[in-house]
């Protein structure tokens, strides 16, 4: 399988994640966070907000347990061939959704390869419309379910973007907030990010 490249942009430095269709782990840095106090004054310079990216592949997955705590983000992956694969993608996000008090970001990708032919083109067009209704219950945004295919590099380095843009917000929020609940009554009340 063809890895994607995604390169994630810094105000310091370029880091890069190098994306395969396993269960993988990887981390994304930012060092652009300061938190501010209503006077202006910089009370942290905490430099990181580090964000961990887990993909969930329900297409080759041979267990349905894959590892849910700490991570800040989820692709999950399907087979768009496979009504099974499907199933266990629903079975996927219901664990993750129980694991956290708010869900972590999540997008979808529909896994096909070169068998996207006008033979199975019907049944690849009613998985793929089974799953969008399904993200729009789960307020998934349209956006974030797209097909995606490692071995045409289709969507892979687009979705892990998308993914660790929106990781980085809920980490951020998650930092802020927990910031927030730490300093309650002090004179901090703001938190703003430059």
């Given amino acids: 399988m063809m890895p994607g490249i995604l390169p994630y ?44 990216l887990n993909m969930v592949d329900g297409g080759a997955q041979q267990s349905n347990d894959p590892v849910l705590s700490g991570y800040h983000g989820f692709f999950l992956v399907y087979n768009i061939f496979q009504p099974t694969s499907i199933s266990r993608m629903f079975a996927n996000y219901e664990r993750i959704s129980l694991h956290y008090k708010t869900t972590p970001p999540i997008v979808v990708g529909a896994l096909f390869n070169s068998r996207l032919q006008k033979d199975t083109h019907d049944i690849c067009a009613t998985n793929f419309k089974q799953v969008s209704m399904w993200c729009q219950s789960k307020n ?15 969507n892979i380095v ?31 009340v703001s938190c703003l990010i430059q």
């Fill in 9 to 52: 942009n810094t105000p310091r430095n370029i880091y890069n994640l190098t994306i395969s269709l396993d269960t993988i782990q990887n981390d994304v840095e930012n060092s652009s966070k300061k938190i501010v106090n209503n006077n202006g004054d910089i009370v942290s310079t905490e430099q990181d907000v580090e964000v961990l």
């Fill in 140 to 154: 998934i945004f349209e956006q974030n379910h797209f097909m995606v295919s490692p071995s045409e590099n289709i």
């Fill in 158 to 188: 687009q979705g892990f973007y998308k993914l660790s843009k929106h990781a980085y917000l809920y980490k951020l929020q998650q930092v802020q907030q927990d910031y927030i609940n730490q300093t309650q009554g002090k004179d901090t």
